[in-house]
């Protein structure tokens, strides 16, 4: 997805603040997700086995600068599908010099709605998402695509 860096995001530095990589990286899963034809099995209203997916971790690197105006080429994909947990990755990339500016790895974890506790992904979702292409590894420099 491509994202124009707004002021609200900047910090006193001129640059986009830490915290909103979280942000980035978290719509860029939700919009990975709908490509794939894959959101209602995501979405918290939905019944969709008997389960919903909490936020466990994320973990954030930081590999250059963005400011405002900045066009931003924000890429995500899954990593790991374990037991109950699920683990995408997502990577933040100048566009107009193909400059890596962060990468993230963000974990889900599958609760039971009824009780609250971790349980197994369901095994539809887990065949779902095991047909969708590997994400790329976050960490691999991805080439320029120029601003536009």
């Known amino acids: ?33 709908r490509e ?10 939905a019944d969709s086995h008997g389960v919903v997916y909490h936020v466990k971790k994320i ?3 930081y590999e250059g ?3 405002f105006d900045d066009l931003l080429d924000i890429s995500a994909g899954v990593r790991r599908i374990g037991t109950s947990s699920l683990t995408f990755s997502a990577a933040v990339v100048r566009a107009r010099d193909g400059a890596q500016v962060a990468r993230a790895e963000v974990v889900w974890v599958c609760v039971d709605k009824k009780t609250g506790r971790p ?3 369901p095994t539809p ?11 790329p590894d976050p960490a691999a420099p991805r080439p320029g695509t120029g601003d536009r």
């Open 119 to 121: 349980r197994p992904v």
């Open 1 to 33: 997805m491509r994202q124009r860096v707004p002021f609200s995001d900047v910090d006193m530095h001129g640059h986009v603040h830490n915290g909103v990589y979280c942000s980035y990286a978290e719509t860029a899963i939700n919009e990975f997700l």
């Open 65 to 67: 600068a963005a400011g």
């Open 125 to 135: 979702t887990r065949e779902a998402l095991a047909a969708v292409p590997a994400a």
């Open 36 to 45: 794939a034809g894959l959101s209602d099995r995501f979405d918290p209203r």
């Open 59 to 61: 973990e954030l690197c």
